[in-house]
């Protein structure tokens, strides 16, 4: 799909440097894998600059990704982390300059350019090892440029997007910076549409959402305030809640009572917390096995309770950082 001449490989190994990081690409050149010496990796395909795995030092894997999921670059993948831009959910039937885009915007299905790795490591902790400081980012790059034709003339604005993709031990940081490259304003939103993978729905709760105004997407009408206690997911969810600090309030994802991953956020206001249940996966021709939604949630930071208006040559930028808590 996208040919790359000049591949990043391993770091050349010096006497007396601690390991470094290793960047790979896929014998396709379609997805790139960084993993530390300590064994934790992430692998991200270069259509939609999708992360379609991320696994601890034992090889755990930390997202869901559908068995049926098309990584081949026909349809957005179904699991990992596709990118939402520049619009979230089906696009506004009201006049908007997003309204013939398809849902989700099309960043998630467009390929996106490598751009490079870096490697940093702190100054380690009396008697921490120094492999526990080091990081490994990934850049990826989208502008109108790449765009198809059809794609440019649905959205027609100069924008460039850089998405980096920073792995360490614990944590995986995805963060976007949007730039009006145009000469006119342009509306977006952003979504990090995240499948965590759990191991039992039933014995999911999380933490973080109480007491907060909510649309319910799935009611009419949608506007809704949660409840003081955490919340659970029994049935079809498709929730965007607005938390009252906004994106200073963590989210914890807890199973039997012990939190599992931490999601932090950056600039990203509202938190979409989604499950399809039986009936809607049922339906989902790439959501296999039908039983996955009893392994998995989407809990997905974004900017999407509005739209984020960007002047010529000004930028957004909003993150999210997971914690494995466990
Ligand atoms: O099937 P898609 O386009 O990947 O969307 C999956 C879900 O994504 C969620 O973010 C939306 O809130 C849901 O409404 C939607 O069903």
Known sequence: MVGRAHKPTALAATPGLAPQPTVTFSPDNTSVTAELP???????????????????????????????????????????????????????????????????????????????????????????????????????????ASLSAETQKLWPFKFNLIYSVTLNPSTLTTSLVVTNDDDKPFDSQVLLHTYLRVNDISSVSIQGLSNSPYLDKLLSPQAQTSGPSDLTITQETDHVYSTPNGASDPVTVLENGKPRFVVTRDNLAQVVVWNPWTEKAAGMGDFEPKGGYKNMLCVEPGAVGTWQTLEPGDAFEGAQTISIAN
């Open 38 to 144: 300590t064994g934790e990796s992430v692998s991200v395909l270069l259509y939609g600059a999708t992360v379609t795995s991320w696994k601890d030092s034992s090889g755990d894997e930390k997202l869901w990704l559908s068995t049926a999921a098309k990584l081949d670059g026909t349809k957005a993948v179904r699991g990992g982390i596709p990118l939402v831009f520049p619009v979230f959910g089906p696009p506004p039937s009201a006049p908007h300059p997003t309204a013939n885009l398809p849902q989700h915007g099309f960043a998630r299905t467009s390929v996106w350019e490598f751009l490079g790795k870096s490697t940093s490591e702190s100054t380690p902790a009396e008697g921490a090892k120094a492999a526990d400081d080091l990081s490994v980012k990934l850049d990826f790059g989208l502008s109108a």
